[in-house]
């Protein structure tokens, strides 16, 4: 009897590991579906557009001529013929848009932490510094070339005011919304106001710093760009905007196809850092 019931225990065992395998497969193929969907998609809505685009039924439905909207192909052909010009140009768009960006969210911070610290005075300074991005950059754009020249400068001043609030105002956000309960462990544990910022406010603002900074990322090509239509001698905004003075709207669009190349790789920069410095983060656990 007693072998007779280990033999039907050990025929048993097989089956339950045949059907964990079988169910782990079955919980794998959802996510791969789902992936494939989510890039299938987009991608034949993008094909379907240009070919609309190239057959020119776009123009027929708009009243436009090809001189106005230039098809795909032609677009293509510049940017294949000054492809060496649009990658220089767009490097020295980037410079500026990074060295802004950085400088602006780094004062942004900063603020963000005088705010926190000391509440009476630092809302003001969060309101002076929402006033300011506020200003629209035709008026900024003047004004900066006259205080920094006609150099990089002016744009990085521009990106720089640009990129302030939204730092300023997440960062601030973060360090203030903290758990009450850890604020009570950490004064429990007789922790002075630096610890208090250094271990726990710093920390929790973490997420929503990286927000400002992916939508920064936006904020800066954007400036860059707009203020090179002033006053530059390069980059991606002189090329677009000399383009269309001399009606070579193809090249024109050949800029803003590498605009926007450049600003989803700079978007993706970020979004990788805080994948890789966020890994703690209940959000990149999903």
């Known amino acids: 009897m007693e072998n007779k019931a ?18 782990t497969s079955r919980l794998k ?14 991608l034949i809505a ?22 106005q909207l230039p098809i795909p192909s032609t677009i293509m052909e510049a940017l294949i013929e ?12 980037m410079t500026e848009a990074v060295l802004g960006m950085i400088v602006g969210s780094s004062l942004g911070f900063i603020i963000a932490l005088v705010a ?24 900024l754009a003047p004004i900066m070339n006259l205080w920094f020249g006609s150099g990089m400068g002016s744009r990085i001043a521009i990106v720089t ?20 309960l850890a604020l009570d462990l950490m004064h429990s544990y007789a922790a002075n106001k630096n610890q208090v910022f250094r ?11 990286f927000t400002a900074l992916k939508i920064n990322t936006t904020a800066s090509m954007i400036g860059a760009i707009v203020g090179e239509f002033f006053f530059s001698s390069q980059g991606l905004g002189y090329l677009l905007s000399n383009s269309i003075k001399v009606a070579k709207m193809p090249l024109g669009w ?30 990149q656990r999903a």
């Open 6 to 23: 280990m033999a039907n225990t050990e025929n048993r065992q097989p089956k339950v590991t045949v059907h964990s395998k079988t169910k």
């Open 82 to 93: 000054n492809y060496s010009l649009l990658f220089s140009y767009a490097g020295y768009t």
């Open 161 to 180: 005011i640009m990129t302030m609030a939204a730092m300023a105002i997440n960062a601030h956000k973060g360090m203030r919304m903290v758990n009450p």
């Open 29 to 42: 193929k959802p996510k791969k579906n789902i992936e494939f969907k989510k890039l299938f998609l987009p």
């Open 254 to 283: 050949a800029c803003i196809i590498v605009a926007a190349i450049a600003g989803v790789i700079f978007y993706l920069i970020v979004e990788r850092m805080e994948k890789t410095f966020l890994k703690w983060h209940t959000s």
């Open 199 to 209: 271990y726990l406010r710093i920390t929790n603002s973490l997420p929503f710093v």
């Open 46 to 67: 993008g094909i379907v557009m240009a070919l609309l685009w190239e057959f020119q039924v776009f123009h027929r439905i708009l009243s436009l001529e090809t001189y």
């Open 116 to 139: 926190t610290a000391w509440p009476r005075w630092g809302k003001g300074g969060l309101m002076l510094i929402a006033s300011l991005n506020a200003v629209p950059i035709v008026a």
